[in-house]
């Protein structure tokens, strides 16, 4: 059977050399037991993957010719937060993994993939990357190391482990995880450690989009409707890097094929902002304010939706609380908005905060006003994470689609709880009932969540130690503000007794570990996500795909090790080993949970869990799944070692409209408080002591609803929480703008002074686990600075010469790209590139660091005291290596690493890491050379005080450390009697409760306040 369409003539020349198979005469579709009118289609179309029906025998054609056989077998990709689906064709000749494309069977991502998915296969065949534990042979950050095996590393770890347990000191043992992959998976574990120790790296990333969107329903993230919105706005840059990028992208693009129109905020000419019908190139800092412009020009021309407004919105409470001597109507409501609160935002205000056209603000406002309940909206990181005040840029946004009622609509953005699963777990424990102050200290009781961008200065200043600190995926030697804190940090065994780094590959953070213990990669090991990519719902299995190989040749494989390149482990099963040597004899109460849920033990020893049994036990829980599996034949198990994924819901909407069975109110400790929310028992004095527990619904127009998780059961115009801990000044209670720390009024122009923003994505990165990719590195090696035409006249620069860019604690020196992308006075920078390995022609060990070749460049590190400077000694250069393509390396350039120069900038309500920086831009020095770094570690500890002054601590209302309702990661237990943690002077499990007048007094120089001010 031929094609019914006609050969290119490139291809029929190919064709008679027999470059390529005969297409022709190709019977290759026959071969795959596919019929005729499927592959290839009668209107001419090729299938773009193999049918899942084949998946086990595949063959496909070599561009020769010549047939290959495949097993294809499904995993997930690992190389951002979207979770989409992977195919790995499995070579049956040679056992190896020959190529990696996307599952179609994944209802996110729908077989498609960005450049990062495909580029999995290079970080399996990375040369350099780790196969075998390795233990420190000399001073931690030496570069000394020597093999040993996993026993002798487990046996270890899990002593110092027991023995903190025993000493009641459980939350010296930290899990700081940067890019998480498992859906409630550690949670358990810890859980199951009964301690607080978990660590995110969410306050550089999402702190106060978190915040912002928190306040409004505790759900603090946006799950947007896309590909069925008429109007779409950005503030980040979804269609070629933001959050959920592929998955959302090819969502976008089918809404806009539809008619849909797209509107992006950015002050930077984004591939997202190049594709967008309106480009809003906003200050930094200024998003708010236009935001609020748009609500005002909503309000003033009447294009709210009256219904969702007066049904869902808390305005009678905030009438209550603001306004008690208003009428208590709902047009008093929307006359206050108008007159009293957002009349101030003028399109004029707006203007000359953004810079942005005001015609341009009004128009869009009125678009997303007449798009109703079909306005979808995004942010993640960029303005809510680089500017103070940032969580009132995501609380704006969301205010806009209260506004428009297009929360939870089809077209509309939903809560993201909506639309992501949650699993039911084997032996589960209880809650742990901790607070460890060096994750959730009292000085931010709103963090979103864990403050970990400033846990180098807790442990400098003696707040507490870490006994046994495990990093995984998690490099903050070269993603956080100010890395050499860090260094100094991690390289003090007093402060981290001991550093075990979970890694696939070298990182600057790994350096300075005493285990560097090697997982496997996303084809490697086991996990599920799933994640809100559009109105519904879907799991994927991220399965070690030689291991399930071997299954299907038959052979049996016990421990994912065993089908893996050298000794590389997968977490899974580390946690439990780990887990059951540090309980070995089951006294402590943690080895009973990872026991088998389905196997007796042998006599007086239990059954350990396997892998399988574990994931067997979520998926049988599943309704869907199990329905699914069964017309397929198959255990759910099978269904998802074969297809990878699985749609547990779609299109769910307004479910905050689902009735409640009315014979909830006829309960005895059931009442409907002033605001109809239907709570059990009595309420807690303060709105912080809910936990939402206790509200059961809410009652609109009369009928019981199920509402939002907040105290209200409706949208939170209006914060009580926030007032009742000293924030009462509606510039926090309710949506607002704060001005910025890189506000105009704290930049000085005149003496040079410019914005850096500092975070935007390359699409081709994957943040600092991309430098062994060859396919990655080639696409990109560079990050320079990006400054607009005038900026460059004024400094004598052209593109290609070095700069300084000089920031409150250092300097850098990088190459300036001129372009008319930015906007003048401010220069931008990816937030990738510049990994970096140290020098170690000195060091005297048998095993080397591995460093990327690909994508490290090599550096000469020193250090004097709290100086730090650091220059780069060998760009990136061709290498030996088993694969030939590694001598092939023709770039040099690899980037330099601009957060090194960052000091900490934590928001004093959101927690979030500030990221943008106040700047200073001038021509290169001669004696600077590209890559240069200069840093004070004490200038960085200064400025932390100082932005830590700014924080209002805890204790809030009756002692509590954080309001109950809102999110916190593996939180104690809120019931009361069970929820001492959260209250100041409950357990902390760890040392001394650190008081806040312990720190030292700031010296008072003259330099930076947090404002910018110089004084
Ligand atoms: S968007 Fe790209 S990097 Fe992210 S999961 Fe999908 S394929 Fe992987």
């Not at 951002?80 to 599952?103: H, Q």
């Not at 939903?414 to 060096?438: G, I, M, T, V, Y």
């Not at 956080?480 to 990182?507: C, Q, R």
């Not at 004097?864 to 001598?887: K, L, N, V, Y």
Request: hydrophobic share 30%; with cysteine; proline share 6%.
């Amino acid at each position: 059977m031929g094609h019914e369409y006609d050969l290119s003539r490139i291809e029929k020349v190919a064709e008679r050399l027999g470059l390529i198979s005969n297409r022709s005469t190709d019977t290759t579709k026959q071969r795959q037991g596919r019929s005729d009118e499927v592959t290839p289609t009668g209107d001419g179309r090729l299938d773009s993957y193999p049918d899942p029906a084949t998946w086990d025998d595949w063959t496909e054609y070599e561009s020769s010719g010549e047939p290959r056989e495949y097993s294809v077998v499904p995993t997930a990709c690992f190389n951002c937060e979207a979770g989409c689906g992977l195919l790995t064709y499995i070579d049956t000749e040679t056992g190896e993994i020959r190529k990696i494309e996307g599952n179609p069977e994944h209802p996110g991502s729908r077989g498609r993939n960005c450049a990062k998915g495909p580029a999995t296969i290079n970080q399996l065949n990375d040369p350099q990357r780790i196969e075998y534990p390795l233990e420190r042979d000399g001073p931690r950050g030496s570069g000394q190391w020597r093999r040993v095996s996993w026993d002798e590393a487990l046996d270890d770890i899990a002593s110092e482990m027991r023995e903190a347990l025993e000493d009641d000191r459980g939350n010296e043992i930290t899990y700081h995880v940067g890019r998480p992959g498992h859906e409630d998976y550690m949670d358990r574990v810890i859980d199951a450690w009964g301690v607080d120790g978990h660590n995110s790296h969410t306050n550089i990333c999402s702190s106060g989009a978190r915040c912002g969107y928190g306040l409004w329903h505790k759900y603090d993230r946006p799950s947007a409707d896309f590909a069925n919105a008429e109007f779409v706005l950005l503030l980040s840059a979804q269609l070629e890097s933001g959050h959920y990028f592929n998955p959302h992208a090819q969502r976008i693009m089918e809404g806009m094929q539809e008619g849909g129109e797209l509107a992006v905020m950015d002050p930077r000419l984004s591939n997202t902002a190049a594709m967008s019908d309106y480009w809003l190139p906003t200050q930094p800092g200024s998003e708010a304010a236009v935001l609020l412009a748009m609500a005002n020009v909503i309000l003033e021309e009447e294009l709210y939706d009256r219904e969702f407004v007066e049904r869902w919105v808390n305005w009678r409470q905030f009438l209550d609380e603001e306004y008690p001597g208003r009428e208590r109507t709902f047009e008093s409501y929307i006359d206050i908005l108008r007159n009293d609160l957002y009349g101030r935002y003028t399109l004029e205000y707006a203007e000359s905060e953004s810079g942005v056209d005001a015609a341009k603000i009004e128009k869009v406002g009125r678009k997303i006003g007449n798009a109703g309940s079909r306005y979808a909206s995004h942010i993640w990181r960029s303005a809510a994470s680089g500017n103070k005040g940032g969580w009132q840029v995501s609380r704006t946004l969301h205010f806009l689609s209260v506004l428009t009622g297009s929360v939870g609509t089809e077209g509309g953005t939903s809560p993201n709880a909506w639309h992501k699963f949650d699993p039911d777990l084997p032996n589960e424990p209880p809650r742990q009932k901790l607070w460890d102050e060096l994750q959730l200290p009292t000085e931010y009781p709103f963090a979103h969540y864990e403050m970990s961008e400033l846990l180098p200065y807790f442990l400098k200043e003696g707040r507490g130690k870490i006994s046994v600190y495990f990093t995984r995926v998690f490099n903050p030697v070269y993603t956080y503000p100010d890395g050499f804190s860090w260094i100094e940090a991690l390289t003090d065994e007093d402060k981290i007794g001991m550093h075990v780094a979970l890694t696939p590959t070298w990182n600057e953070t790994a350096y300075f570990a005493d285990y560097v213990l090697p997982m496997g990669h996303s084809p490697e090991r086991h996990d599920i996500q799933s994640q809100e990519t559009h109105a519904g719902t879907w799991v994927t299995y991220r399965q070690p795909v030689l291991r399930e190989y071997a299954e299907r040749e038959g052979d049996d494989v016990d421990r994912t090790y065993e089908a893996n390149p050298g000794e590389v482990w997968e977490e899974d099963e580390f946690w439990i080993d780990l887990s059951w040597r540090v309980d070995d004899d089951g006294d402590l109460g943690i080895r009973e949970h990872f026991e088998s849920p389905y196997r007796d033990g042998d006599g007086d020893e239990p059954a350990k869990m396997t892998i399988d049994e574990y994931y067997r036990y979520v998926f049988e829980q599943e309704e869907k799944l199990v329905e699914l599996a069964e017309e397929a034949d198959m255990t759910p198990l099978e269904y998802m070692k074969h297809y990878g994924a699985f749609e547990a819901s779609e299109n769910d909407y307004e479910r905050h409209e689902e009735p409640l069975d009315e014979s909830i109110l006829e309960e005895d400790d059931v009442r409907v408080d002033e605001y109809g929310t239907i709570r059990r028992g009595e309420a807690p004095e303060y709105y912080s002591e809910m936990d939402g527990s206790d509200v059961l619904g809410v009652m609109v127009d009369g009928e019981p609803r199920r509402g939002f998780p907040t105290p209200t059961g409706k949208q939170q115009f209006y914060s009580k929480t926030i007032a009742e801990w000293g924030w009462d000044d509606q510039q926090y209670t309710l949506p607002n703008y704060i001005k910025s720390h890189v506000h105009p009024e704290n930049i000085d122009y005149g003496d040079g002074e410019m914005v850096l923003v500092p975070t935007f994505r390359l699409p081709t990165q994957i943040h600092s686990r991309s430098s062994n990719s060859k396919y990655l590195e080639e696409i990109s090696h560079n990050n320079p600075v990006w400054m607009h035409t005038q900026d460059a006249d004024r400094l004598g620069v052209e593109t290609g010469d070095l700069v300084r860019v000089e920031t409150d604690i250092g300097y850098y020196v990088n190459e300036v790209w001129v372009t008319e992308s930015i906007k003048p006075g401010i220069v931008a920078m990816s937030h990738h590139m510049g990994q970096w390995k140290v020098n170690r022609e000195e060091a005297d060990t048998d095993i080397e660091e591995g460093g990327d070749p690909y994508g490290k460049v090599t550096v000469d590190l020193n250090n004097e005291a709290s100086q730090w400077g650091m220059r780069q000694t060998e760009g990136i250069q061709p290498f030996e290596s088993s694969d030939s393509d590694s001598e092939r390396v023709w770039w040099t350039d690899g980037g330099v690493a601009q957060n090194l120069t960052f000091p900490p900038h934590p928001d004093p309500v959101s927690g979030m890491h500030c990221w943008h920086q106040r700047v200073t831009v001038r021509p290169a020095e001669d004696d600077d050379y590209y890559g240069d770094i200069y840093v004070d570690t004490e200038r960085s500890m200064e400025i932390y005080r100082k932005w830590l002054d700014e924080a209002n601590p805890a204790p809030g209302p009756n002692g509590l450390r954080r309001p109950k309702w809102l999110k916190r990661p593996i939180s104690p237990p809120t019931d009361p009697g069970e929820d001492d943690a959260w209250y100041v002077g409950g357990p902390v499990g760890r040392h001394e409760r650190w008081e806040p007048d312990e720190r030292t007094t700031v010296p008072d120089d003259g330099d930076a306040g947090t404002d910018g001010s110089r004084e």
